[in-house]
């Protein structure tokens, strides 16, 4: 059985993040979210494809590799969202037919499971993906190990493999020395102090037949 102590914040916010879209996808509807799904899944598949493409010219303006990356995931992002969204106003008003409530309404919460999934599934790729991923935020966090699944599939839409691996999770090297030693490891050796060398192994000593009792 789960005790409280055992949810961290990390859970909260993404049991939040669920309800909040699921109440809001049941309460509105599924033709009155749709421009804002197409907004959301497409402009992440556009910044996905085309990011490798914009990053030479945002290079010539910032000199940071990784902050050239993200400004032009940021931009193809928003500028994809924004088209995307008034596509999707537009499909949605063409599209638009005599629903029964229910079933309108029934489509909205199961939209609303998949936004919830992508947004927590991405949310937890870019955290784990910042040199964070051993603090307790994410360590002992509930959801992680099914959220992890979730962002290995919203990782591969990225089609540039070394963009792909920016959002590989990192583990700080610190971690090593933290974790406790495995009974029958054998430990590495300490490297002697400085100014000091290690004395060097002589050759085996040979008994004396005479020696012994």
Same mark, same amino acid.
């Given at each position: ?10 859970? =909260?916010?993404?049991?939040? $993040?669920?309800?909040?879209? $699921? ?19 497409g402009s992440y598949l556009v910044a996905g494809q085309y990011t490798s493409q914009l990053m030479p010219y945002v290079g010539g303006? %910032? ?15 928003? +500028? ?9 106003? %537009? ?5 638009? +037919? ?15 499971? =998949? ?16 040199m964070i991923s051993a603090n307790e935020l994410l360590e002992k966090s509930l959801t992680s190990p099914y959220l992890a699944r ?35 490891? +054998?430990?590495?050796?300490? !490297? ?10 002589? !050759? ?10």
């Amino acid at each position: 059985m789960i005790a409280l102590s055992d949810i961290t914040s990390f859970d =909260v916010i993404v049991v939040l $993040l669920f309800l909040l879209f $699921l109440i809001r996808g049941t309460w509105i509807g599924f033709m009155r979210q749709l421009a804002f799904f197409l907004a959301l899944i497409g402009s992440y598949l556009v910044a996905g494809q085309y990011t490798s493409q914009l990053m030479p010219y945002v290079g010539g303006f %910032i000199e940071n590799p990784k902050a050239v990356f993200f400004v032009s995931f940021g931009l193809l992002f928003l +500028v994809g969202g924004l088209v995307l969204m008034l596509l999707g106003k %537009i499909l949605a008003l063409v599209m638009e +037919v005599s629903l029964a409530g229910w079933f309108d309404r029934t489509l909205g919460f199961l939209l609303g499971l =998949v936004k919830g999934v992508f947004v927590t599934s991405f949310l937890y790729m870019a955290m784990s993906s910042s040199m964070i991923s051993a603090n307790e935020l994410l360590e002992k966090s509930l959801t992680s190990p099914y959220l992890a699944r979730g962002a290995e599939v919203v990782r591969t839409i990225i089609a540039d493999q070394r963009l792909r691996d920016l959002f590989l999770a990192k583990l700080p090297a610190i971690i090593n020395d933290l974790a406790p030693a495995i009974p029958g490891d +054998v430990l590495p050796e300490a !490297p002697p102090p400085a100014g000091e060398s290690r004395p060097e192994a002589g !050759p085996p000593t040979m008994e004396e037949p005479g020696d012994r009792g």
